[in-house]
């Protein structure tokens, strides 16, 4: 029952964070809050769907949103239970144990698609924001274009099997069902049949997500059942303890047909997205057509990695039956072309193409991008390849959070990042006795994850289309800029200029959103175009026009909003811009359309753009806001110049402190048979490190990272051995980050800021309060303060907390 418990718990945090200015949980907000997820685990390939939600014939028909991915062969459709997220709903009614109750959800979004097809949703009138799907579903030319219908059921239930004396949990999957429909090309009438594919994304799954960090949800390819129905022939070229190879000649249309189904998620590692049918795609797709016998010989091959296999032996022949965490490293581009000329009408039942499949046993996540990066980084001469490191542990994220923990902004408070999915709620969980008061210091408005992260940096600058488009893309993007592999070339240095500018940005888009509107209150339905393509425009004509002035994103930075007349300003341009939209637009589906750069050509250069950035009134708030080039460099000059100090190891020991010799006894006692001897012996030197108040050293803190990890997934009951009552020595930390930062936002001396203190505490009768002065000398040399210091801290910091 602690599992259940858990998930219950869990439950909880979503439906929080889902919840509107007005403390309200909707379908929308839901939703919204789910789909990071489904980016993570790579199920979707955007974070932005177009919201319809359309419910008809009494709830029976319901759809509440959709997109289509970026190769436009696949239509997902979400629909949220809505009973699901009732704040009256008990516990027991969450907890589901019948997949009928299920199958009833998605039969819902399955009656809204074939009515469509069929042309029996014709009540549905022109205004209405279900009328585009609607009207694409019944048209020839929408029907040849995809192939496959994903409906995502979103459900705040948890998925359990309910036995005489216990409730367990467990899982639901869903078999496929085909459609058959007709569609026109070049004349000609054709028929196919439409794959439905249908996914719960329930408690459970969503759980797993955040359990494991935001890491993928493994793909299994089972070759023995439908569609391929045969296991794979091979031969096994290595066989080592934990490592694997096979060589196979994989025919095409089994590529075509993994690809239909799965898609992007096939190619999640691979290190370049599908180039469309140009340069060696077009080549491709030319010896498909005339030299099919000569494509392996062309060919330079797929290379597949998994993690499990399961081998079938049989006439001196190996074949595999199953991969599991199926990945086609290199290749993709082959996988693609083949799946796109066959829905060309090329005929590649003939062709055969070259597979090393490497399966590294057990890997972890860590171990196989390793693998990965390796592979690509040997073996790839086809076109450029990105090196960016899209994980969590990137170092330009790892440094971002660093500056999220020790930097305050002008009124002392500071920004949450969540550089790993779940970070917040495990912040919570494991101090669930502050959870009032960690809440209060990290409103959701002061909150936000490295999607987000991507989507608000990029913002400010020339791909508004790409941030509509939101996941994977924007953020490799983001993370090439930095690194220097981007537009610029220029390797990004990450500071406190950086990262305040950052905030700026952060801080410009939910302003905008918040202006915008939402629901009956909302300008428009297009918020999510509208906002990045407004504030895109604003830096065309400003950073992005080497002549003018630049924007101060410093100055949003200081006042953490913006003026009424920067308000006024854009509030103004967003409303044009919702005209411009659906005026330039060349589709009705103007969701969809607004992630094209065409659409962004257009409107950035047209006259009525031109017309309203040249007002007078836009130019002087505008230049109010301005600085020049030499001003910017001055000050960048300035900032580069000042050492920051890292408060990283000092935090998480701090809070390894405020977790308490208990809660690690607790661990060696409850999970003795689990752990290993050197295991045992770390958590030891944890243990006589708070006993002696004495610094942890950098292999422990990583190794105590992923011991509380451990706990999170096998025994959470652990979590309640620790007395998050009372955070002392964190709060005697933030008391030292602050009081830092205090001096450096006045350009005060750090050493003269804390002898003030020192003198303060003396005039108080503070004990100890010599401390600061000791602190102050190591901070102004950029060094850190120790751990018995932090200590003498404590009584200081606690009077100041209880005023």
């Given at each position: 029952m602690m599992e259940l418990k858990e998930l219950l718990i869990y439950r909880q945090q979503i439906l929080d964070e889902s919840k509107d200015a007005d403390g309200y949980t909707s379908d929308e907000g839901f939703l919204e809050n789910c789909l990071p997820g489904l980016g993570d685990t790579k199920h979707i390939e955007s974070l932005d769907s177009t919201d319809i939600h359309c419910s008809l014939d009494g709830g029976s028909t319901k759809v509440n949103a959709y997109m289509v991915n970026e190769s436009e062969e696949r239509l997902q459709i979400f629909i949220v239970n809505e009973e699901s997220i009732r704040p009256d709903a008990t516990d027991e009614s969450l907890m589901l144990s019948q997949k009928t109750v299920y199958e009833k959800q998605f039969n819902r979004a399955i009656s809204f698609l074939k009515k469509s097809i069929k042309r029996q949703l014709d009540q549905l009138q022109d205004g209405s924001?279900?009328?585009?799907?609607?009207?694409?579903?019944?048209?020839?030319?929408?029907?040849?274009?995809?192939?496959?219908?994903?409906?995502?059921?979103?459900?705040?239930?948890?998925?359990?099997?309910?036995?005489?004396?216990?409730?367990?949990v467990r899982n639901f999957e869903f078999e496929d069902e085909n459609i058959t429909v007709s569609f026109t090309r070049d004349k000609k009438k054709h028929t196919k049949d439409l794959i439905i594919i249908r996914r719960l994304i329930d408690i459970n799954f969503l759980y797993n997500i955040y359990i494991a960090k935001g890491s993928r949800d493994p793909l299994i390819i089972n070759f023995g059942e439908s569609p391929f129905n045969n296991p794979l022939p091979c031969l096994r070229a290595a066989n080592e303890a934990a490592f694997d190879s096979y060589l196979?000649?994989?025919?095409?249309?089994?590529?075509?047909?993994?690809?239909?189904?799965?898609?992007?998620?096939?190619?999640?590692?691979?290190?370049?997205?599908?180039?469309?049918?140009?340069?060696?795609?077009?080549?491709?797709?030319?010896?498909?057509?005339?030299?099919?016998?000569?494509?392996?010989?062309?060919n330079n091959g797929l290379t597949i990695t998994a993690t499990d296999s399961d081998l079938l032996y049989k006439d001196g022949t190996y074949y595999i039956k199953t991969l599991t965490d199926f990945q086609i490293v290199n290749g993709g581009q082959t996988t693609a072309t083949l799946y796109f000329s066959q829905k060309l009408g090329l005929n590649i039942d003939q062709i055969r193409v070259m597979a090393k499949i490497n399966v590294a046993k057990g890997a972890s996540e860590e171990v196989l991008d390793d693998l990965i990066s390796n592979i690509s980084t040997y073996s790839n001469a086809q076109s450029k390849v990105s090196k960016v490191d899209l994980r969590a542990r990137n170092p330009q994220l790892m440094k971002i959070k660093s500056l999220s923990e020790s930097i305050l902004t002008i009124?002392?408070?500071?920004?949450?990042?969540?550089?790993?999915?779940?970070?917040?709620?495990?912040?919570?969980?494991?101090?669930?006795?502050?959870?009032?008061?960690?809440?209060?210091?990290?409103?959701?408005?002061?909150?936000?994850?490295?999607?987000?992260?991507?989507?608000?940096?990029?913002?400010?600058?020339?791909?508004?289309?790409?941030?509509?488009?939101?996941g994977e893309k924007i953020f490799r993007l983001f993370l090439e800029d930095l690194s220097g592999e981007g537009k610029s070339k220029k390797v990004t240095?990450?500071?406190?200029?950086?990262?305040?500018?950052?905030?700026?940005?952060?801080?410009?888009?939910?302003?905008?959103?918040?202006?915008?509107?939402?629901?009956?209150?909302?300008?428009?339905?297009?918020?999510?175009?509208?906002?990045?393509?407004?504030?895109?425009?604003?830096?065309?004509?400003?950073?992005?026009?080497?002549?003018?002035?630049?924007?101060?994103?410093?100055?949003?930075?200081?006042?953490?909003?913006?003026?009424?007349?920067?308000?006024?300003?854009?509030?103004?341009?967003?409303?044009?811009?919702?005209?411009?939209?659906?005026?330039?637009?060349?589709?009705?589906?103007?969701?969809?359309?607004?992630?094209?750069?065409?659409?962004?050509?257009?409107?950035?250069?047209?006259?009525?753009?031109?017309?309203?950035?040249?007002?007078?009134?836009?130019?002087?708030?505008?230049?109010?806001?301005?600085?020049?080039?030499?001003?910017?460099?001055?000050?960048?000059?300035?900032?580069?110049?000042?050492?920051?100090?890292?408060?990283?190891?000092?935090?998480?020991?701090s809070a390894i402190f405020d977790r308490g010799i208990e809660f690690y006894k607790s661990i060696?006692?409850?999970?003795?048979?689990?752990?290993?001897?050197?295991?045992?012996?770390?958590?030891?030197?944890?243990?006589?490190?708070?006993?002696?108040?004495?610094?942890?050293?950098?292999?422990?803190?990583?190794?105590?990272?992923?011991?509380?990890?451990?706990?999170?997934?096998?025994?959470?009951?652990?979590?309640?051995?620790?007395?998050?009552?009372?955070?002392?020595?964190?709060?005697?930390?933030?008391?030292?980050?602050?009081?830092?930062?205090?001096?450096i936002i006045k350009g005060d001396n750090v050493q003269s800021s804390f002898d003030a203190l020192k003198e303060l505490g003396f005039k108080k009768g503070i004990r100890h309060y010599s401390?600061?002065?000791?602190?102050?000398?190591?901070?102004?040399?950029?060094?850190?303060?120790?751990?018995?210091?932090?200590?003498?801290?404590?009584?200081y910091s606690s009077n100041q907390n209880k005023k």
């Open positions: 924001p279900a009328w585009i799907l609607v009207h694409q579903l019944s048209s020839s030319g929408f029907m040849d274009q995809i192939d496959v219908v994903e409906i995502f059921l979103l459900t705040a239930t948890v998925t359990v099997q309910r036995k005489v004396d216990s409730i367990t196979c000649a994989i025919p095409a249309t089994l590529l075509a047909e993994l690809y239909k189904r799965h898609s992007s998620r096939l190619l999640e590692k691979n290190v370049r997205s599908f180039l469309q049918l140009k340069g060696v795609n077009k080549g491709m797709q030319e010896t498909i057509r005339n030299e099919p016998e000569k494509f392996i010989a062309y009124s002392g408070r500071k920004w949450f990042f969540e550089r790993a999915k779940g970070e917040y709620a495990t912040l919570l969980r494991i101090n669930s006795g502050k959870k009032a008061q960690l809440e209060k210091e990290f409103p959701k408005e002061r909150r936000f994850s490295k999607e987000e992260l991507a989507k608000y940096f990029a913002a400010w600058g020339d791909k508004p289309y790409a941030v509509k488009k939101g240095i990450i500071n406190r200029g950086f990262y305040e500018e950052l905030v700026a940005r952060i801080v410009l888009f939910r302003e905008l959103e918040k202006i915008y509107g939402t629901g009956n209150n909302a300008m428009g339905q297009l918020r999510s175009a509208v906002v990045p393509y407004s504030i895109s425009v604003v830096y065309a004509y400003t950073n992005g026009n080497k002549k003018g002035l630049h924007f101060d994103l410093l100055k949003v930075w200081k006042a953490e909003k913006l003026d009424d007349d920067l308000r006024r300003v854009f509030k103004n341009l967003m409303e044009l811009m919702n005209k411009l939209i659906k005026k330039y637009a060349q589709s009705d589906d103007l969701g969809e359309y607004s992630k094209k750069p065409e659409l962004w050509d257009a409107i950035v250069t047209s006259n009525e753009i031109s017309i309203f950035m040249a007002n007078s009134d836009v130019d002087t708030v505008l230049k109010r806001y301005g600085i020049t080039t030499d001003e910017l460099r001055k000050r960048e000059k300035e900032i580069s110049q000042t050492e920051e100090i890292n408060f990283d190891s000092l935090i998480e020991i060696l006692l409850a999970m003795s048979k689990s752990l290993s001897d050197s295991h045992q012996k770390k958590i030891e030197s944890i243990i006589i490190s708070i006993q002696q108040c004495k610094s942890i050293e950098g292999s422990l803190l990583i190794f105590e990272k992923k011991l509380l990890n451990e706990v999170m997934i096998s025994d959470t009951s652990l979590l309640d051995k620790i007395n998050s009552q009372h955070l002392l020595f964190s709060d005697a930390t933030n008391f030292v980050i602050k009081k830092y930062n205090e001096a401390v600061f002065g000791e602190i102050g000398k190591l901070l102004e040399n950029g060094e850190l303060p120790s751990m018995s210091q932090i200590r003498q801290v404590i009584e």
